[in-house]
């Protein structure tokens, strides 16, 4: 049974974003309860501003980064892009490629297959690079942990500069420079920044740095850095880092340059996707994000980076239909994955016994066990871990919950693993086959002291107490200026009190949803419920109940209206 918590708001704050702001009370409630405290803080917030980003040359190597890039298009050496398979690594790649062709400069790139080469640099790439002339080398979303293959480009005289948002070890890579906002002594205010967040912090430096130097004084037009901003809404939102500080800024901007005039890759996969309306965040995150991610996940990432580099829509749009056909069989692939992983689970007593799940299969597709491990976490509130089995050595993809720090929980257990990397909610590890089983207790263990040994409830933070007559369209206005939503700044999620469920109905081919009128006061709104209908506490239809949700709005049949996404509901007390 899920425990509901109730935000703690600080009343006086509450009464001056309220009347400073003039919004709603609901509203005023909903951002005190965020930790805002003024008038001034929240009208930064609801209004994000590109002005107010800090300087690119704040992160950690950014000078000496930028200079190197800088010295290497004035001497028109090869630039080399070198990035991830993932959405973060495709638009970091995609926006470099596109910087360097604007200016003027030799630019390549290239990417790994994640069946085939893995995450992260590899040696052959340098190794390739090297044989076909050299040149410089850019890592974009990897690198942080490349100390082999640091010393390698270094041997091969490549000179290296790496650009990387994951945790930093106790050392860096030697190279020319290492660009990271994490690493101790960077005086960028924001280290949660995405790979892409970098990348257009490097391409903002080396652009200033060329003006400098007058590049831009002949022929070669400056570029306006805004247009690049799509492409870093798209990767930011994707990569799950939390939406606020700087990464709000970005995808707020980014999502109004998506609006008014998409680059024709991206209209390409909207259109195909059916997004007919304002492009939001979660269009990114569930139905642009997946379809540039299935192409690595199923086949070669050269796939999406092509789209994003199309400059009209009839090369863009047959790009977009293979990436469509990509995410349908990745969605095939996952459903059999996450019930091979669920079934797995139960026979060995991991649901509901342990405090973490650690479940390994033989021939589990690398492409999708990211996505299962989510799904897990989604579902039982515990840090999951998805092992694909192949011969000696397997390979997984970590998911965190409850706020635990997953990167900290792998360093606990580095000593059964080959090698791991990711951050504090998402990672990746490799591992001998025969020692998944010492891996799988000592990460319960890594867990159980995190969580103090106590039974791992599943959380649900409520922002505020409402009513049905608060939920309106006036009021939803108020909430699309907390936009854009994601990690850490999600969806307002309300708790209706005694409110009366009837007019039930369940749907889907196994019952999985369920929809409900939901009315108190004499105003009634629908609820649904998705996926998790045979989950929630049973109840009698027209007794009262307690609601946990979001309202969202609607557009169906000619009308607008607000309807109720419910997350959890029991009986009211």
Avoid at 98 to 119: H, K, Q, V
Avoid at 150 to 167: N, Y
Avoid at 295 to 321: F, N, V, W
Avoid at 504 to 521: A, C, V
Wanted: proline share 5%.
């Amino acid at each position: 049974m899920s425990d509901w918590i109730v935000r703690d708001v600080n009343p006086g704050a509450a009464d001056e974003i309220g009347r400073g702001l003039g919004v709603s009370p609901l509203l005023a409630n909903i951002l005190a309860a965020r930790g805002f405290t003024s008038t001034a803080e929240s009208r930064n917030f609801l209004t994000p501003r590109l002005k107010n980003l800090p300087d690119p040359l704040h992160i950690f190597g950014m000078a000496e980064g930028a200079a190197r890039i800088a010295q290497g298009v004035l001497s028109g050496e090869r630039i080399w892009i070198y990035s991830d398979f993932d959405v973060d690594g495709v638009t970091c790649a995609a926006l470099l490629k596109i910087f360097f062709d604007n200016i003027g400069a030799d630019s390549e790139t290239w990417l790994p297959r994640r069946d085939r080469d893995g995450y992260g640099l590899h040696v052959d790439p340098l190794r390739n690079i090297a044989a076909q002339g050299g040149g410089l080398v850019i890592t974009t979303d990897c690198g942080i942990s490349a100390f082999a293959e640091a010393a390698e480009a270094k041997r091969l005289g490549l000179d290296l500069v790496i650009t990387d948002h994951h945790t930093p070890g106790d050392s860096l890579p030697e190279c020319v420079a290492v660009v990271n906002p994490r690493i101790t002594g960077s005086r960028y205010p924001d280290s949660m920044i995405a790979g892409v967040g970098v990348a257009w912090n490097l391409a903002v430096a080396v652009k200033n740095e060329l003006k400098r130097l007058g590049w831009f004084d002949g022929e070669i037009k400056e570029p306006d850095m805004r247009e690049y901003l799509d492409l870093v809404a798209l990767g930011t939102v994707a990569d799950l880092v939390p939406l606020k500080g700087v990464n709000r800024i970005l995808v707020s901007a980014g999502l109004g340059i998506i609006n008014r005039s998409p680059r024709p890759g991206v209209s390409a996969l909207a259109e195909i996707a059916m997004l007919r309306s304002e492009i939001r965040a979660g269009h990114l995150a569930f139905q642009l994000g997946p379809r540039i991610n299935a192409a690595g996940r199923m086949d070669s990432p050269d796939h999406a980076l092509h789209l994003l580099l199309a400059d009209t829509m009839e090369e863009s749009r047959p790009l977009a239909q293979l990436l469509d056909d990509f995410n349908r069989a990745r969605r095939a692939e996952e459903n059999e994955t996450y019930h091979k992983a669920l079934n797995a689970a139960r026979q060995m007593s991991l649901i509901p016994d342990k405090s973490a799940i650690v479940v390994e299969g033989e021939g589990f597709h690398q492409g999708v066990i990211g996505i299962v491990a989510s799904r897990l976490v989604e579902r039982f509130n515990r840090p999951a871990v998805v092992i694909s089995i192949d011969g000696d050595q397997a390979k997984g993809s970590a998911r965190s919950a409850a706020g635990l720090d997953l990167y900290e929980l792998l360093v606990e257990c580095k000593d059964t693993l080959v090698q791991f990397g990711g951050h504090k909610g998402a990672a990746g590890v490799t591992i001998q086959t025969r020692r998944i089983g010492e891996f799988r207790e000592a990460f319960e263990a890594a867990v159980d002291r995190a969580i103090a040994g106590g039974e791992q409830e599943r959380r649900i933070y409520v922002d505020a107490l409402a009513t049905v007559s608060d939920l309106t369209l006036p009021f939803m206005a108020e909430v699309a200026r907390m936009e854009p939503f994601g990690a850490e700044n999600p969806t307002p999620l309300l708790m209706l009190k005694g409110v009366v469920g009837d007019e039930l109905r369940y749907l889907g081919d196994k019952s999985q949803h369920m929809r409900l009128r939901l009315e108190s006061g004499g105003r009634s709104i629908e609820g649904i419920l998705w996926e998790r209908a045979k989950d929630v506490e049973p109840f009698r239809p027209g007794a009262p109940i307690d609601v946990v949700g979001s309202p969202r709005t609607r557009h169906y049949g000619g009308r607008t209206y607000v309807q109720f996404q419910i997350k959890d509901l029991r009986t009211s007390d």
